[in-house]
């Protein structure tokens, strides 16, 4: 893995790559609610995205939800049916920890980020401790320097020098949100690229999650550059969907409340030399 990441503050992080001056690309995997300890989550799905990753020399980076974290005490939601066996031995937050930190443990070296989503702020308020600092740890980042644990939305700065020397080949801005409200049944939370896209004019790339819901929505923007020529450019915006399966087995809160079923998944980032510019190009395709 060749990536190095730093963090400028809590809410700004850049991740920097060496490439060739030409003919180069650098892969990306990002995901969000993966909800890893709950019972109703596709491990196998997790482990071929992370399996391609390691496959592609791919940086890893997580929005959010790593962990589902409801079954413990004084959690409304509790429902043992939802919790995984080895999270019922009376040490439930620190077992959570430890068990993903395992499973996940074979894909420590290209993991880079991870960012709290809802589920682990609401045990940071509650019981005070905080699963994304100590999963972090577990996983091994005083050697490697990451994973890096970002604040709940905030940018990540994507660079490429040459190998030969540190001349710039490019930059991608990405912003990250863990993601708020409920989609909506018809939109599925697309209408807030229409906000989004106003608030965050440096932004390439938007991501979200928190919903369950899948899409790429990208947007045309018409821009004046400093000589006082106009060109278009595009703002991407990507749904992560996740990886818990809520509707199938009819029987859960999801199925209550009238919750329709949901993808599973995650995005591939690819960033490459577009050789038609000479400048840092990308691509969104879906983690399958």
Not at 80 to 92: F, L, N, S
Not at 158 to 174: E, P, Q, T, V, Y
Not at 213 to 218: A, G, I, K, L
Request: with cysteine; charged share 25%; net charge neutral.
């Amino acid at each position: 893995m060749n990536c190095k990441i730093k963090s400028l503050s809590k809410d700004s992080h850049e991740i920097s790559f060496k490439v060739p001056r030409t003919g180069w690309e650098k892969w990306f995997l990002l995901g969000s609610d993966r909800h890893h300890d709950n019972a109703h989550t596709d491990w196998e799905l997790e482990k071929k995205h992370l399996g391609q990753a390691i496959e592609r020399n791919a940086g890893i980076l997580d929005f959010g939800d790593l962990f589902c974290a409801m079954q413990g005490k004084y959690d409304f939601r509790s429902d043992t049916a939802q919790c995984r066996p080895e999270h019922k031995e009376g040490r439930y937050l620190d077992a959570l920890v430890e068990t993903a930190a395992d499973f996940y443990k074979q894909f420590a070296d290209n993991w880079l980020f991870l960012s709290p989503g809802n589920h682990e702020t609401s045990i940071l308020k509650r019981h005070e401790t905080d699963l994304s600092e100590r999963f972090a740890e577990h996983l091994g980042r005083s050697k490697r320097g990451h994973p890096v644990v970002g604040a709940y939305c905030g940018y990540v700065r994507f660079k490429a020098s040459r190998k030969d020397h540190n001349s710039s080949l490019g930059s991608l801005i990405l912003y990250y949100h863990h993601g708020y409200g409920g989609g909506g049944p018809v939109t599925r939370g697309v209408i807030q690229t229409n906000r989004m896209g106003v608030y965050l004019p440096d932004a390439q790339v938007v991501v979200s999650g928190h919903t369950h819901d899948s899409w790429v929505m990208p947007v045309s923007r018409s821009r004046l550059n400093r000589s006082g020529k106009t060109y278009l450019d595009r703002q991407t915006h990507i749904r992560i969907p996740g990886y818990k399966d809520e509707f199938t087995g009819g029987d859960g809160w999801h199925n209550h409340r009238g919750g329709p079923p949901k993808p599973n998944g995650a995005y591939w980032l690819r960033l490459f030399h577009n050789g038609e510019t000479d400048e840092m190009d990308y691509e969104v395709l879906e983690a399958r």
